[in-house]
């Protein structure tokens, strides 16, 4: 497609063409500082590359290409709402912009100035009119995991079509009835909104789907185990990001083909860093598109992140939803139990995440973790203090950074973590 | 008793003595400035004073005389402990310190810097032992109602003997059945603490207590409706404080001797400041004894308080058990209808708290009102921009102010409330 087209497009999704214009040059500079410099990187990423050049354009057209077919757009910010539903009513799931500093002075005159980055960020972009996936759905649907969320969403609600389902904040079995209730009343409502019934066959043939793309990234994540590391942190972020963009079957066959090309690699022993470059995992808040600042940061320092511990990263990709079932009702209770494992902040007590995040900074022979925080982040800040006592006890260093969408702290943060890795040698 | 005795009985509770003994000295001075300066108080008045002066005295002692009489003692910091439960185990239930900057530094290193004052100084408390309420509990019972205090309570459960109701977020019917599972697993755990099992005669008899109380402080409410206001907000804040405290059936008697007195006031046609002083209202976050630093600018800046919309004031009050349940199943029902009206920010979505206040504004005949929020409170902050609109709508005029218990902003907060009241001329 023509820019022209694509500009008729964006029109068409009413987006104020010329902050937009402004955003997407930032964007190509960015992506172009950030990753287009980086040696070595293997010729699979090319479809990431590609999707990230279209990511306002291609896969809008393809979007719109589907609600011209009569299928839906569903968007969100969580990894809380189940895709297998969203998929088994034949409607397209997507994550929306919430990822860098857009319409923030709109976005104070309706959360306080003292909110997350990530939250203000996607009620900026819809005041600006900045993000076509959010002007393309038919249903945002929000989720109570923070306090920060919870609140924004009702102010949210008056300017975008939004549905909230109240995740729990234990795991009892109460809890438990709440979740499955709430999975019910969802899927009521995408049924209700698409006019398609979920059936067996279909929920099966979304579980499969969303499953495959988890193993693909389950696969690429246990490869970064290899000593020198295969592929940078920084292009395993972009697969995560764009793992909630992008279409499933096709997003999971490129995996695939890259986690080949890995295979390849590490047979032959060759890395993208030196085998002795300090190997850190990240671990804590998500990290959306083009929120690149602290891999960067990190990675430029000499220093290659081998893993991510956050929603954008294993706590979306971790847990696979049993195939065993047969019935409807089953199917059900599997996606309940897959979602309720999540070990989001969210939840009290939180245990699991601690043993997570410890099993895996083994299972990578990660030499320390950098804890990362949103400002304002209340629960990942909380347990940045658990998780640094866990990796204290276990002798895996951490050091815990808060930070926000802006470039202010670039240098101080780079003084932060090369300190960080002077610790390591 | 002697001070000796109560020496005594501090360092049985393992307090810090010598820090303790500085608090009650700051408390004392903080009481007699704020306090015992006002002018045409009610003689109803001594028995709060003479409360106060022994807020860590003699109800302590009462506490450790039912102890050794076999009764449990049940700390709380919030409204959703259903007392109506506590009682009906003949157990006490006692609010916790939670309103003076104590032992922050050690709190610190348990939840982030960025936590709000009440909590921190919660922790602050029991690891400077500093409170003989918290230090007096057999069981302490949290609740999820926001970010801070559910991630909190993980580290304060490493010292002391916690127990958590999961609040939910919502109050549809699903949530209405978890709540439901949480009171009868709080029941259980209380009948598993004293050994005693609840009865239907228990509760109706707790219940009775409890909205007794609930409609004495109802009563004292709508007596300041009154013009001139015949008794001042600091007055009313501290007896709302003290009803968590003190025993609820001598406080019932107390308070209904009050009004008693404040009718004949207003009769008289007497008030505590003139017909024309500016009427204000409070709304939002809680104030724990002894943070009467706002309402102390505020009255001592001309103006009279006449409500506080708050946990610690009307959002504890307003709603009674209903009564006429005869079986303990309906009056388990009654309790979760009562306490799932509570108006707090936790909930999404809120609009009966906006109803709410407007409501009690024009029924208080409130010129303004004054929204008050503890720093890093994200429930109440996002509220407070909702608040504003809402009563703008209505045409009452309303400011924000965020504080801490630090005393560094009164010069600030003083300003700033003067500058409010010269707009409402």
């Keep these: 497609m023509t820019q022209d087209a694509y500009r008729e497009m964006w029109e068409t999704l009413n987006l104020d063409l010329a902050a937009h214009d402004g955003l997407l040059a930032v964007l190509g500079k960015f992506y172009g500082d950030i990753y287009m410099s980086q040696q070595g990187r293997l010729k699979g990423m090319e479809y990431l590359d590609f999707v990230l050049s279209e990511v306002h354009g291609l896969r809008i057209k393809e979007l719109m290409d589907a609600k011209a077919q009569g299928r839906k757009i569903v968007g969100t910010f969580c990894v809380f709402v189940p895709e297998e539903l969203t998929l088994a009513v034949d409607a397209v799931q997507v994550g929306l912009c919430a990822g860098a500093d857009a319409g923030r002075e709109a976005a104070e005159t309706l959360v306080p100035r003292n909110t997350c980055a990530l939250i203000k960020s996607f009620i900026g972009f819809k005041l600006a009119r900045l993000c076509p996936y959010t002007e393309s759905c038919d249903l945002i649907v929000g989720e109570t995991t923070c306090d920060g969320k919870k609140k924004a969403y009702e102010a949210f609600a008056a300017h975008a079509p939004l549905y909230v389902m109240e995740v729990p904040q234990t795991k009892s079995d109460a809890a438990r009835v709440l979740w499955k209730a709430e999975i019910l009343r969802y899927m009521a409502r995408l049924e209700d909104l698409t006019g398609t019934k979920i059936t067996a066959e279909k929920l099966a043939e979304a579980i499969k789907t969303v499953n495959a793309r988890r193993r693909a990234l389950q696969r690429l994540n246990r490869l970064r185990a290899a000593v020198p590391a295969p592929i940078s942190g920084r292009d395993v972020l972009l697969i995560n990001q764009v793992s909630f963009y992008d279409d499933p079957a096709r997003f999971t066959a490129s995996i695939n083909t890259l986690c080949d090309q890995l295979?390849?690699?590490?047979?032959?022993?060759?890395?993208?860093?030196?085998?002795?470059?300090?190997?850190?995992?990240?671990?804590?808040?998500?990290?959306?598109?083009?929120?690149?600042?602290?891999?960067?940061?990190?990675?430029?320092?000499?220093?290659?992140?081998?893993?991510?511990?956050?929603?954008?990263?294993?706590?979306?990709?971790?847990?696979?939803?049993?195939?065993?079932?047969?019935?409807?009702?089953?199917?059900?209770?599997?996606?309940?139990?897959?979602?309720?494992?999540?070990?989001?902040?969210?939840?009290?007590?939180?245990?699991?995440?601690?043993?997570?995040?410890?099993?895996?900074?083994?299972?990578?022979?990660?030499?320390?973790?950098?804890?990362?925080?949103?400002?304002?982040?209340q629960p990942y800040a909380h347990e940045a203090i658990k998780v640094e006592k866990r990796l204290g006890a276990a002798d895996i260093p951490s050091m815990a950074l808060e930070t926000d969408y802006s470039m202010e702290d670039v240098e101080q943060l780079k003084t932060r973590v090369e300190a960080f890795l002077e610790t390591l040698k």
Tied chains: 1, 2.
């Design 263 to 377: 295979e390849e690699r590490i047979k032959a022993e060759e890395g993208v860093a030196p085998a002795d470059a300090p190997r850190l995992m990240l671990s804590g808040c998500p990290m959306a598109v083009p929120n690149w600042k602290l891999p960067y940061i990190i990675e430029s320092s000499g220093a290659v992140i081998v893993g991510e511990e956050s929603c954008i990263g294993t706590r979306n990709t971790r847990d696979l939803v049993d195939e065993s079932a047969q019935t409807l009702d089953e199917m059900l209770d599997a996606l309940v139990d897959r979602y309720l494992r999540i070990d989001c902040a969210c939840f009290t007590p939180n245990q699991e995440r601690l043993d997570n995040i410890e099993t895996m900074a083994r299972d990578l022979k990660a030499d320390g973790v950098i804890q990362y925080a949103l400002m304002f982040c």
